[in-house]
């Protein structure tokens, strides 16, 4: 483990040289489509955090628009929108909202279909996860909305000024100084105007647990997504907030168990962020504060680790008889010079090969939060920082 | 002026406590006057739509209008060349929230700068997003202390603190003013990939310092000129942000465009402050029009409420140098001015300040 952190910072000092491991990883050819998807001219996406398809190729959009609101009037001010969920039809074009108007659509974080095409809509602020039916009618609430914000924010730190990040001194000679050399990849933010959105979470206590472990219950703390095994039993990668767990329900949404606690030991993370499950039942954790991939057995048991995929922060698994997993490296949103290229990796953890990079062009991704895995060559990639859904096609490459 | 420059803190507190004073020292003499008029009542709004504190204008290469405008919510406007209005672009988009600034590319891309959401953002001529710069600061954070406690951050790469306008050069590099909690001026490629800045999160007055820089424009060259309003002075860097020249005859410089053509024109406003202050409209302002060799032209303008006077101009646009449109914070408009030749002798700059 040690070797493997003085690795990862090595590289990430070189900020913009190649990674090293990505000299052994053959690069995939590929092809991105920026606007696969035609919105009607009135509007437009803001950060897109999420996007999946159904059976049919109808293809859902979760994103963060419009003005996230607090109410004023009363000692108790009340958060409103901030985040919409878009339809469209498999050859693009806008269907509808689903949702719109709907109590807990804050700040969208993940949108999943299920094999039945229910469409599950994850929402880090109001800590629910919302399960709609194809017609778009809620079938099942996860978690619950908190009644009020606190203003100033409740717990609000300081942002975490890292190493780097900075723009060099001022003057003349100022060339591109302070790359980002910290182990979390943040800037830090414009001005005192905002935090840095990935300040670590974790380290909250869950009803006398150990920190990050959460309760026996689906109260999350800013929730990152949602995924689902053979029987229907539903899993929770909770969250950015306080806890840092996975939990586990059954199909009709009972709790069953939870796993995990902020930490660096196996079982244990920081910053999970998204979540599959492939076949086998095996639960693949995309544990990004500790840059590692962790594999656990439906009951949480720890299996085994990928330590070769940058910071993950989405990953998907392709359905059919021989399943990859593509892997998104993201960069934040801050910042444009490091990481941000896929991984396509096999159940195994070895890289099969590796695509793209941060940026704001076509063929360049900026800060990942989702990918929807259609088919092993037909992949959708949510960008934050672009705010757009790219639809990626992976040609001609050799699958081993 | 020069004093001021040498002591730029103590300079900054007075000018801040006494804009008018400052001001009436700042600006040349026997400039020679411009005539115009006001166009009456040129952009018709339809019924139940109004703008608010018309912070930004533009015009596209046809001619349409584009006002940047915070009403209830901070709006992007559209009008014909004829005044008509034709549609709202984006209306509820992530990016608006409070208008600083908006301007149209060679492209006729509709560029919006959001000084309450911290974002440069690209409409194409449609009216869909196609670049974004800086960051949205995430609700999930919920509302945040401000400032926050402990020391100012340095100013990032790509993200911004309350930024102010946008420009390009002729090869398409972006350059962005910023701002109010950063003081600094950004170059970006035409990608949106950082390639160097001039200031800091830090103002300051010293040359290549900032104290609020809070317009910019570009000329064919790619020498960039920066609106210092915070310092009552304009600063010239060429295309790699290398300090050029130092315009301090003409007022505060709040804002600053530059004519297309052969031959550019520079005009920059000295707007009247915010409020209204007692004696403020007796030396405020007027906008000056000058070579972008510091060479005064001629001026026009002053403070008033009544159509032809204005009421602190946030922004202009000139598209055509004897057409220019301007958008004021106090009276919740833009007019449109139309120039006539001005007579006298033009005022050779001064000060040209490569220091």
Redo the contacts between chains.
């Keep these: 483990m040690k070797r493997t952190i003085q690795l990862a910072v090595g590289v990430l000092a070189l900020a913009v040289a190649p990674l090293a491991a990505q000299l052994v990883v053959p690069e995939l050819t590929y092809d991105v489509q920026i606007e696969p998807l035609k919105l009607p001219g009135n509007l437009n996406f803001g950060e897109v955090a999420g996007v999946a398809t159904n059976s049919k190729g109808d293809v859902f959009v979760y994103t963060r628009t419009g003005h996230p609101t607090l109410s004023l009037g009363t000692a108790r001010p009340f958060a409103h929108g901030g985040s919409r969920m878009f339809r469209f039809d498999k050859t693009g074009k806008y269907v509808g909202e689903i949702g719109q108007g709907s109590y807990a659509m804050l700040f969208a974080e993940k949108v999943k279909v299920d094999p039945q095409d229910n469409i599950w809509v994850v929402d880090q602020m109001s800590n629910t996860i919302m399960e709609f039916d194809a017609e778009g009618r809620l079938v099942m609430l996860l978690g619950r909305k908190a009644e009020s914000e606190a203003v100033p924010a409740r717990g609000a730190a300081p942002p975490a000024a890292p190493g780097g990040g900075g723009a060099g001194a001022g003057g003349g000679g100022a060339a591109a100084g302070g790359r980002a050399a910290g182990p979390a990849p943040q800037a830090g933010a414009g001005g005192r105007g905002g935090a840095a959105p990935d300040a670590e979470g974790g380290g909250g206590r869950g009803r006398g647990g150990p920190p990050g472990a959460g309760g026996a219950q689906d109260v999350f703390s800013r929730p990152t997504d949602v995924a689902w095994d053979a029987a229907g039993n539903i899993y929770v990668a909770d969250g950015l907030g306080n806890n840092s767990r996975i939990a586990k329900f059954d199909k009709n949404g009972k709790f069953v168990r939870s796993w995990g606690q902020t930490g660096t030991a196996n079982g244990q993370f920081r910053q999970p962020r998204s979540i599959a499950i492939d076949a086998q039942g095996l639960v693949y954790v995309a544990d990004a504060g500790n840059r590692r991939i962790q594999v656990f057995d439906g009951d949480g048991n720890y299996k085994t680790r990928f330590l070769n995929v940058g910071t993950p922060r989405a990953i998907c698994i392709t359905s059919g008889p021989r399943q990859v997993m593509y892997v998104s490296n993201s960069n934040v949103p801050e910042d444009i010079d490091v990481e941000g290229n896929i991984y396509k990796v096999d159940l195994t953890g070895k890289l099969l090969g590796t695509f793209g990079r941060a940026g704001r062009i076509a063929k360049e991704f900026n800060a990942v939060n989702q990918l929807e895995c259609r088919t092993e060559n037909e992949v959708w990639a949510a960008e934050l920082g672009n705010w757009r859904v790219s639809k990626i096609t992976l040609r001609g490459n050799a699958t081993n | 002026m020069r004093r001021a420059l040498s002591v730029p803190l103590a300079a900054a507190l007075v000018l801040y406590a006494l804009p008018a004073f400052a001001q009436v020292k700042a600006t040349a003499q026997n400039v020679p006057e411009i005539p115009y008029d006001s166009v009456p009542n040129f952009l018709k709004l339809p019924p139940g739509r109004y703008l608010g504190e018309a912070i930004g204008v533009a015009t596209n290469s046809k001619g349409h209008v584009f006002v940047y405008t915070r009403s209830a919510?901070t709006q992007l406007f559209e009008f014909d060349q004829n005044g008509t209005f034709v549609?709202?672009i984006?209306?509820?988009?992530?990016?608006?929230?409070f208008a600083h600034s908006v301007r149209v590319d060679p492209q006729d891309n509709i560029w919006v700068v959001d000084e309450g959401t911290?974002t440069i953002t690209r409409f194409n001529p449609?009216?869909?997003?196609t670049?974004?710069l800086?960051?949205?600061?995430?609700?999930?954070?919920?509302?945040?202390?401000?400032?926050?406690?402990?020391?100012?951050?340095?100013?990032?790469?790509?993200?911004?603190?309350?930024p102010t306008d946008v420009a390009w050069d002729p090869q398409g590099n972006i350059f962005i003013s910023?701002?109010y909690?950063?003081h600094?001026v950004?170059k970006f490629d035409k990608?949106?990939?950082?390639?160097?800045?001039?200031?800091?999160?830090i103002p300051g007055g010293e040359p290549?310092?900032f104290s609020t820089p809070h317009g910019i424009a570009v000329d064919l060259n790619g020498n960039v000129y920066v609106a210092d309003r915070g310092n009552n002075r304009m600063q010239v860097f060429d295309n790699n942000?290398?300090?050029k020249n130092i315009y301090d005859n003409i007022g505060v410089s709040w804002t600053v465009c530059i004519s297309p053509g052969p031959h550019q024109y520079l005009f920059t406003s000295n707007s009247n402050p915010n409020g209204n202050t007692p004696g403020s409209w007796d030396i405020t302002g007027e906008i000056y029009k000058m070579e972008l060799d510091g060479t005064i032209l001629g001026k026009f303008g002053h403070a008033g409420k009544q159509l032809g006077g204005f009421q602190v101009v946030h922004m202009m646009d000139c598209r055509n140098p004897d057409q220019i449109f301007v958008a004021e914070i106090e009276s919740w408009r833009a007019q449109k001015l139309l120039l006539k030749p001005a007579t006298g002798t033009p005022v050779r700059p001064t000060t040209t300040a490569a220091r």
């Design positions: 919510n549609r709202e984006g209306p509820g988009a992530y990016n608006f929230e911290n449609e009216g869909h997003i670049l974004v800086g960051r949205r600061p995430p609700a999930v954070q919920g509302m945040l202390q401000a400032p926050l406690p402990g020391p100012k951050p340095p100013a990032a790469k790509y993200t911004f603190g309350r910023d701002g909690v950063n600094r950004v990608n949106g990939r950082f390639v160097k800045q001039v200031g800091s999160q290549s310092q942000l290398v300090l």
